[in-house]
């Protein structure tokens, strides 16, 4: 196929999906670099399979199971040989909006980072699903994208909100027991 070919079937079958793409990587790894690279291994897998991508009746929907797939293959990675980033904790949502005061602010980042890090504390399977929820698809899509079938699906959503409601709660906890650790502190 002719490079001016693939590259049509490119910018109309997966350009336009990227914004969303990215949103959903960013949801699953909690990194935009790693939301990035998952973006990009998304991409090389559809300039492979162009011509296939081209003949489906939704590339969105194909372009997320590749999605999912890759990231499900790099949590799986991760697991038999895990490694720590030296630079922990730089990417960080920064907020540009004048509107609301420093302490706003502060709750605002706090609380998006203990929803961030509980997100990431879920199982692979549970992000994937919360994220596609997020992004606002219903289980009919979510189920022609995992190839799971609804009513796993409804049992598995059940479970991943739970287990993130507990580990949000976890946080609450942890972040009471430090401020009741600092005020006895200042009494002594």
């Known amino acids: 196929m002719r490079s001016l070919q693939r590259q049509e079937l490119f ?4 350009a336009p999906h990227l914004p969303r793409l990215f949103r959903i990587g960013y949801r ?6 790693s939301a990035q690279d998952l973006v990009q291994d ?8 162009i ?13 997320l199971r590749v999605m999912n797939n890759l990231h499900v293959d790099a949590c799986r990675r991760v697991r038999w040989a895990p490694f ?19 302490e706003e602010t ?11 890090k509980a997100f990431q504390r879920l199982e692979p399977t549970q992000r994937v699903l919360l994220g596609l929820r997020a992004e606002g698809y219903g289980l009919e899509e979510i189920e022609s994208i995992t190839g799971v079938s609804r009513d796993v699906l409804r049992a598995r959503l059940h479970r991943a909100r739970r ?26």
Do not use: Y
């Not at 998304?42 to 399979?49: D, G, I, N, Q």
């Not at 296939?52 to 194909?62: R, T």
């Not at 287990?163 to 401020?179: K, P």
């Open 51 to 63: 011509e296939q991508l081209a003949s489906v009746a939704n590339p969105l929907a194909w372009l």
């Open 84 to 102: 720590v980033p030296l630079t922990h904790g730089q990417d960080r949502l920064e907020m540009e909006s004048s509107a609301p005061g420093p």
């Open 163 to 188: 287990s993130l409601a507990r580990q949000l709660d976890a946080h609450r906890e942890q972040d009471q027991r430090g401020v009741a650790a600092l005020q006895s502190g200042r009494r002594s």
């Open 106 to 116: 502060l709750v605002q980042d706090d609380a998006l980072r203990a929803l961030l």
């Open 11 to 14: 910018d109309r079958c997966v």
């Open 42 to 49: 998304t991409c090389v897998t559809a300039c492979e399979h």
């Open 28 to 33: 699953l790894t909690g990194s935009i670099a």
